[in-house]
């Protein structure tokens, strides 16, 4: 799907700088970047429902990519089937497990050097 490309991150952070009126770059940089880190992740993912893989280098060509090693698990959408509950829920706890650390050092050091660069004063 193409929503699930580099082209559409590019396409996403172009709409936010054209939304901002070029006032906000970096807003556009960092919806760039998230956008292309879900490409990373689908791509990282497994996958069961054809077609395999994400477009991830639309609109240069529409081939579709998936790793070789799968990180995360594949999100199924078959609710009609006995583990549906309890396969999602191993995904998304999976998921935490992998993304959770990194997330919450990335916060800690952000909220640190806020602390550390305030005005005197203010709190």
Known sequence: METHSLG???LAGL???AWTRGKNPSLALAVTLAWSTHVL???LGSDDTPPLGVMALWPLTSAFYFADAFVFEAISR???LPNFISHNAWAVIKE???L???FLLLTALRWRGRRRFRRPGTR
């Open 100 to 102: 959770g650390p990194p």
């Open 8 to 10: 559409a991150a590019i």
């Open 78 to 80: 078959r609710y009609w």
């Open 15 to 17: 709409a936010v700088l």
């Open 96 to 98: 935490t497990l992998i």
């Open 41 to 43: 992740f689908d791509w």
